[in-house]
């Protein structure tokens, strides 16, 4: 205790520093020269400035994975570089993000975080048809230019002068859109006429330096203080589980200790979890472990500080607890299944579950009340 009691007191001295350093990060005033960079992308190569000097024109878009604003400008950044390619003009991708300043709490509309290879994920599955880069290790280029939010948008001339910055368009819903604010400033450009509007607000997620690491660690502490509870899981409780009655996106995972890929699949299912349950999301995990082995599922869970709703088979007759959920399950586990408010069954996976598959399904079927159009960006093939 006394070994991890230093070893946070160090930790939050070095993130005070980072805190220090990171003052108020003024963005890059307009006619300033482009800061230099040399920054890994997802092809696996260093990027630097000098290598798009050919262009008439430079975009450096500050973006991310994560936020959900800058997930609804996917398509239109993609766009904005397939338009201008054969006209001079290079789109770069920056993403600023230091992934572990990014709380658990901040990830209820995403598939994955920041880091760099997460970035390669997204960018796959999306079909990034520009150069997109990583800050988030060092953040020195992320300070140099000054993203308040993603998406941030960074136009400069050919002689690299700023000429302007802030959003991409006026809406994050594609449809409100009224003014093309980057393209109207890259059309001033390649027509050599300087640019009416050199500067707009942003809207999206702030940019997460360093600083906030201290915050993730204490949501992640606060998470792992929660209780670990374990009830008797009856026949009649499985078939209430199976009808969903909750008006929530319900992930049912069935597990055993002596079940090798359950126990390794458990953490992925609890951070999902972690991540969702602000919304209208809940996990319920239910051990198929016979009922006088209840010490060693509760340890387990207790391990893995599971905070979800937890059940445990009431009776030693496996076979008829496994018909009372689903009398079309008829082997082992890990079981998983996805079920919608009403018990529509969205997804039933025997075996391990691809995590990155799951939390798709599961976003593309979460109520957006809240953020209308999130929903369909996941549902979308």
Same mark, same amino acid.
């Given at each position: 205790?006394?070994?991890?009691?230093?070893?946070?007191?160090?930790?939050?001295?070095?993130?005070?520093?980072?805190?220090?350093?990171?003052?108020?990060?003024?963005?890059?005033?307009?006619?300033?020269?482009?800061?230099?960079?040399?920054?890994?992308?997802?092809?696996?190569?260093?990027?630097?400035? +000098?290598?798009? +000097?050919?262009?008439?024109?430079?975009?450096?878009?500050?973006?991310?994975?994560?936020?959900?604003?800058?997930?609804?400008?996917?398509?239109?950044?993609?766009?904005?570089?397939?338009?201008?390619?054969?006209?001079?003009?290079?789109?770069?991708?920056?993403?600023?993000?230091? #992934?572990?300043?990014?709380?658990?709490?901040?990830?209820?509309?995403?598939?994955?975080?920041?880091? $760099?290879?997460?970035?390669?994920?997204?960018?796959?599955?999306?079909?990034?048809?520009?150069?997109? $880069?990583?800050?988030?290790?060092?953040?020195?280029?992320?300070? *140099?230019?000054?993203?308040?939010?993603?998406?941030?948008?960074?136009?400069?001339?050919?002689?690299?002068?700023?000429?302007?910055?802030?959003?991409?368009?006026?809406?994050?819903?594609?449809?409100?859109?009224?003014?093309?604010? *980057?393209? +109207?400033?890259?059309? %001033?450009?390649?027509?050599?006429?300087?640019?009416?509007?050199?500067?707009?607000?942003?809207?999206?997620?702030?940019?997460?330096?360093?600083?906030?690491?201290?915050?993730?660690? %204490?949501?992640?502490?606060?998470?792992?203080?929660?209780?670990?509870?374990?009830?008797?899981?009856?026949?009649?409780?499985?078939?209430?589980?199976? +009808?969903?009655?909750?008006?929530?996106?319900?992930?049912?995972?069935?597990?055993?200790?002596?079940?090798?890929?359950?126990?390794?699949?458990?953490?992925?299912?609890?951070?999902?979890?972690?991540?969702?349950?602000?919304?209208?999301?809940?996990?319920?995990?239910?051990?198929?472990?016979? #009922?006088?082995?209840?010490?060693?599922?509760?340890?387990?869970?207790?391990?893995?500080?599971?905070?979800?709703?937890?059940?445990?088979?009431?009776?030693?007759?496996?076979? *008829?607890?496994?018909?009372?959920?689903? %009398?079309?399950?008829?082997?082992?586990?890990?079981?998983?299944?996805?079920?919608?408010?009403?018990?529509?069954?969205?997804?039933?996976?025997?075996?391990?579950?691809?995590?990155?598959?799951?939390?798709?399904?599961?976003?593309?079927?979460?109520?957006?009340?809240?953020?209308?159009?999130?929903?369909?960006?996941?549902?979308?093939?």
């Amino acid at each position: 205790m006394v070994l991890r009691f230093v070893r946070l007191v160090v930790f939050l001295l070095a993130v005070a520093l980072f805190a220090d350093q990171d003052g108020q990060h003024p963005t890059l005033a307009l006619g300033s020269a482009a800061p230099d960079f040399s920054l890994p992308g997802i092809d696996g190569q260093m990027h630097k400035l +000098s290598e798009y +000097s050919n262009a008439q024109v430079l975009a450096i878009v500050f973006t991310c994975n994560h936020c959900p604003t800058a997930q609804l400008y996917e398509s239109r950044i993609k766009k904005l570089a397939d338009d201008y390619r054969g006209r001079g003009v290079t789109l770069v991708a920056i993403e600023p993000n230091d #992934p572990e300043a990014v709380w658990l709490s901040e990830l209820g509309y995403t598939d994955v975080s920041d880091s $760099l290879e997460e970035m390669k994920i997204r960018a796959a599955y999306r079909h990034f048809n520009f150069p997109y $880069l990583y800050d988030g290790e060092t953040q020195s280029v992320s300070r *140099a230019y000054g993203p308040k939010a993603t998406p941030h948008v960074f136009v400069f001339d050919a002689e690299r002068k700023l000429r302007y910055e802030g959003r991409v368009d006026n809406s994050q819903r594609e449809s409100l859109v009224k003014t093309q604010d *980057a393209r +109207s400033a890259i059309d %001033a450009l390649l027509a050599h006429q300087p640019v009416k509007v050199q500067h707009t607000g942003v809207f999206g997620c702030s940019t997460k330096w360093k600083s906030k690491q201290a915050g993730r660690v %204490a949501e992640l502490a606060k998470i792992e203080a929660e209780p670990v509870k374990l009830e008797d899981a009856t026949a009649e409780t499985l078939r209430k589980l199976r +009808s969903n009655p909750t008006g929530k996106v319900l992930l049912i995972n069935f597990w055993a200790t002596w079940c090798g890929p359950c126990m390794k699949e458990l953490p992925d299912l609890e951070t999902t979890y972690r991540m969702f349950r602000g919304r209208d999301f809940d996990l319920v995990t239910v051990s198929t472990n016979l #009922p006088d082995e209840r010490a060693g599922a509760l340890k387990a869970l207790v391990k893995q500080h599971a905070s979800s709703r937890n059940y445990q088979f009431a009776s030693d007759d496996t076979y *008829a607890m496994q018909a009372a959920f689903d %009398a079309k399950w008829e082997s082992g586990v890990p079981y998983t299944v996805v079920i919608a408010p009403g018990g529509k069954l969205l997804y039933a996976q025997t075996g391990e579950v691809d995590i990155l598959e799951l939390r798709r399904l599961i976003l593309g079927n979460l109520p957006d009340p809240d953020y209308i159009g999130h929903r369909a960006y996941w549902a979308a093939k």
